[in-house]
Each structure stands twice: as C-alpha cells, then as structure tokens.
C-alpha cells in the first residue's frame, strides 16, 4: 500500500522550533521529488519547499527562505523539514507529497502523485 505519512507537527511558541518528517511506505521514496505544503484555515494550499530526488536541488517559498531547511534521507525514506524561528503566521496543517517532475521553482500541484494526510502546526504564546 502507498502511503506518506507526515509527523513532528504540534504546538510551538512564537521564535521556536520543530522538525516535521514525511516517510514513505510502499514506494521508494529516492526515485520522487518531494515537496512539503500547507493550507491554514481558509487559506489555499500552497507549497512550502521542496527538493529533488536526490537531494541535489531545494525550492523555498518567499515566506520559507532563512527558516526553513528541507533535507532527504533516501536509506531512510524519509524527508525532513526543519522550521525555525516560528510565526503565529506558519499555524496550518503541513502536507507531504510526491511527484516524478522536478521544475526547480513553483509547479502545479496536480503534479504531484501522492499525498500524505497532513500534520497540525500550530504556533501561539
């Protein structure tokens, strides 16, 4: 069965931290480009940052650059994203997902093949 599943997320005060881990199950997670998203309430869904397949090339979102740091781990399957410097503004439920295309800037999200469920960040005082 191909699944994502996305961990980490929870309830953060405002300039703290947290790792978020997407692992893949069913699939092999190396031959995927995978992007991390997130949609707060009324919001759209919009991408946070992602990388190659192998590691080699990320992608950040304006509202991503300096804080956020993406990174891979193929043996493991996993894909990491580690968030500081936290906002009230960051609280959404952040995706994992996986696509076969690689376009090193934004790209469609109907490109992308698999979905995890999602993860809860929430950033308050």
């Not at 493991?76 to 609280?91: A, C, F, H, R």
Request: with cysteine; charged share 15%; aromatic share 10%.
């Amino acid at each position: 069965q191909v699944q994502l599943v996305e961990s980490g997320g929870g309830l953060v005060q405002p300039g703290g931290s947290l790792r978020l881990s997407c692992t893949a199950s069913g699939f092999t997670l190396g031959d995927y480009a995978i992007g991390w998203f997130r949609q707060a309430p009324g919001k759209e869904r919009e991408v946070v940052s992602k990388i190659n397949s192998r590691g080699t090339s990320t992608y950040s979102a304006d509202s991503a650059k300096g804080r956020f740091t993406i990174s891979r781990d193929n043996a493991k399957n996993t894909v990491y994203l580690q968030m500081n410097s936290l906002k009230p503004e960051d609280t959404a439920v952040y995706y994992c997902a996986a696509s076969n295309v690689w376009i090193g800037g934004p790209m469609s999200q109907r490109l992308y093949k698999y979905w995890g469920q999602g993860t809860q960040v929430a950033v308050s005082s």
